[in-house]
């Protein structure tokens, strides 16, 4: 077989954006600005890639105008919601101040953020609840970045994976990557470093289990910035707590709060108390509070769950489609349309994606988009927080790190080629095998260890046995895994990466005595107000360390 | 196989191959129709469609483990 790693190269650059979807992008035109060199690496290519790739159509975000100037309801409202929990109040203060210049920055940039000339807030909250996220028409959202940024000099690599950081223990300078093209090593040199990897899909198995690349989220968001972070001793938090969400069954998408429709059963019956006819302001919230219907329905006989949008005029019919459209669901409404499947007149089965889970957790980042290593910057999903937690944190991490790029020198050239024969080895095993198993079997064998030991039945014991297969298949993927070409070898090494973030999910749930979330502990069936406090591993001379933080729940004025 | 490309529509310009997210048509060839590669692993997101500067040159064709499930109009 040919030796597909025959070429190496150096770059050299102030910053290094790795992953370019919304926050990689924001944080790599913030750092241009303020001066520094900055190289994007994408793993696919940057005016698709990321989980905001087609576009987004809700951007949570707190307008003086429209809130009025008092900031604290809307906190409250935030640390009830899904993305508020694990973040301490001085984070989510800094999240929603920063939103509303970053939104108009959005509009005058061309993103329309006004809809017929008025800010229109909808979906993601309660009847009655505080409205916090504006609706958006994000369908071209990546081209205009992309602009912004190729404007002030960023240069960007397509098709190019990270797969590790160099480090020297207490700071980050640069990483290592392979080009998928044609399977040449890049050694980025980097004064400072931003993750901006997105989420963790296919982790667990998709709800079409022959159909892997099925996720709500971009499939090829895998957790690499989590598992690079980890593996050059960076601090991940909240690991253990799960995400679920729903959406059209078999097809999975994201979108579910622009859905105007009713949840009902199959005699029309609607499930949940809030609506009883379609609504495009609230949509039918009961699916975000009372995720486990869908299931209890089936299991008392009742189900399935109809999305049911009888009722909505044609205005608010296409006042729907337009929002579903921006989010991105193009390919969706297409098929429907196809099918003859008529939106007012099927009602549309909807599920949780329940084996879909990923951690909220990741890469724990402060309010300045900080890692706890030096040099090392995060933002967006590498914990989770939608499309407006993007754009809010690349901006401060871009910012900040191209700061720390200004008063700091290049790693020592030595130290930074001492960590490089190690990722040498990895990719020249994998591709310089003949037989043996493809990142395929590695990732399915890792999405049945993780369903049926990590899923949503834990416990101490099944914990420890799904930890040790997990062990057997890392053996099995760093010594006999095969790629036959580049492609296949960015593929292998997402496996590998795969590998490294479900370990942490088995030891930070073995840890977590209690049941909380999606995390569910059978054998402590409740949630333990003791235990309301961040689980925090870090790598500590090649052993993963736990941690149990307090979160500062004080106010910020 | 979710890409479908029309041979006698397709400019073999490359674009769809150039922005698929997942890398589906890795190995094609600039100047030639580009080769679907890897089906398994599109995301059925339309990037190639949209991208395409040829209407009807190529298309999504949903496989049928993600066909949507509705109720029948009474």
Redesign the interface.
Known sequence: MKDIISKEKHIETDVLCIGGGIAGLMAAIRAAECGSRVVIAEK??I????SG??GNDHFRCYIPEVHGNDIEPLIDEFQRGQQGGLRPRSFILAWLERSYEIMKLWDRWGIPMRYQGRYEFAGHALPGHILMSLHYAGAHQKKILTEQAVKRGVEILN?VMCFDLFSNGRAIGGATAIN?KDGEILMIESKSVVLGTGGVMRLYPAS?P??????RL???CVGDGRAMAYRAGAELASMEIPLIRCG????ARAGKATWAGVLRD?TGRPVGPFVTKPDNKYGDPVVDIYQDIFVDYKKSGKG?I?MDCDGLSDDELEYMLHWLRNE?N???L???EE?Q??IR?????FHTYENELFPRGGVYYNEEGKTSLDGLYAAGDEFFGGISGAAVFGWIAGENAAEYSKTHDSMNRASFESQFPETREIMRGLQGRREGPNW?EGNVAIQQIMWDYAGLVRSETLLNAGLQALGRIREKAYHTMVAK?P?EL?RALEVLNLIEIGELIFITARERKETRGKHIRVDYPFTNPILEKLLIVKKVEGKPVLEWREMKKMKNK | MPPVIAPDKCLSCGECA??????VF??SKKGEIPVV??P????????C???CPHEGSIK?R??L?????????S
């Not at chain 1, 022959?210 to 996720?215: D, V």
């Not at chain 1, 059209?248 to 097809?251: A, E, S, V």
């Not at chain 2, 150039?18 to 890398?23: E, F, K, L, Q």
């Not at chain 2, 398994?40 to 990037?47: Q, R």
Request: glycine content about 6%.
């Open positions: 696919s290519n005016l698709y890639s990321g790739g087609l098709r998928q079409t022959a159909r892997m690349f099925n996720t971009s499939p090829t059209p069954k078999f097809f199959p399935p109809y991105g193009t390919s969706f297409n098929y429907l099918e499947i008529d007149k099927n009602p549309i089965e395929e070409n492609h960015m | 150039d922005v698929c997210p997942s890398d890795f190995g590669a890897y398994n692993e599109c995301w059925h997101c339309n990037a469609v949209s991208a999504l949903i496989p483990p993600l066909m949507v499930l509705y109720q029948e109009s």
